[in-house]
């Protein structure tokens, strides 16, 4: 097989990785569209609801950097299943959710699996088992899960939230996370070792200028 080709473990890779981001993807910004819903059921304002939106935000922005240097010197295998794992108890925790605090700390769970888990993603589709001039299609595949994930799961989700409850919606959610976390089971590799790297370097990417470009690109749009 010619080396710049992918094999089919590796497309199996990028497909497993592309459902991670979509179910990430449909579980962060499903709650959007369901807003109402939430109010109404739990009799509390729209503004006080959006608070949930605000503390998952805030939640991935501070946690990730984080978390990600206290686990970066651990093998990614383990850790990716048991981020996974969180994510889906986290949803799990949120469908079962009948007052606001739990389902505003089931929400801050869910966030800080989730930026673990889309940090590893960048670095498990760039591992060197992926061939050097396919990384960048791999990476566009892997997450266009999020595209995806706002043309197809949102929707849906918000829709299944809108009709059966909004309950439903994570259940939804945590069963494309149990899904993903058997299918990543078989599938992702299992020697990819940690590079040890500190909380003092995650949280200086907050003040590079590159970084901050970065962010006004998305922010702006």
Do not use: C
Request: net charge neutral; aromatic share 12%.
């Amino acid at each position: 097989m010619n080396k710049s080709q992918l094999s089919s473990q590796q497309k199996f890779l990028i497909f497993n990785l592309f459902l991670l981001t979509f179910v990430l993807g449909t579980s962060e910004f499903a709650i959007v569209g369901l807003l109402n819903e939430i109010g109404t059921n739990l009799d509390i304002s729209i503004a006080t609801v959006g608070a949930l939106v605000t503390g998952f935000a805030l939640a991935f922005a501070i946690g990730t950097p984080i978390l990600t240097a206290l686990l970066s010197s651990f093998n990614k295998y383990p850790i990716m299943l048991i981020l996974i794992s969180f994510f889906i108890f986290g949803n799990v925790i949120s469908a079962l959710s009948d007052t606001y605090v739990v389902l505003f700390l089931s929400r801050i769970l869910t966030a800080i699996a989730e930026g673990v888990i889309v940090a590893y993603t960048l670095n498990i589709g760039t591992n060197e088992k992926i061939p050097e001039e396919k990384k960048g299609f791999a990476l566009s595949v892997i997450f266009s899960g999020f595209t995806f994930s706002s043309v197809i799961g949102v929707p849906l989700g918000t829709y299944i939230g809108q009709v059966y409850g909004w309950h439903m919606t994570f259940w939804t959610t945590s069963m494309l996370g149990v899904i993903a976390l058997i299918i990543s089971i078989r599938i992702l590799p299992k020697n990819i070792d940690g590079v040890k790297n500190s909380i003092k370097n995650q949280i200086g990417l907050l003040v590079h200028p590159q970084f901050i470009l970065a962010f006004f690109i998305p922010a702006l749009s």
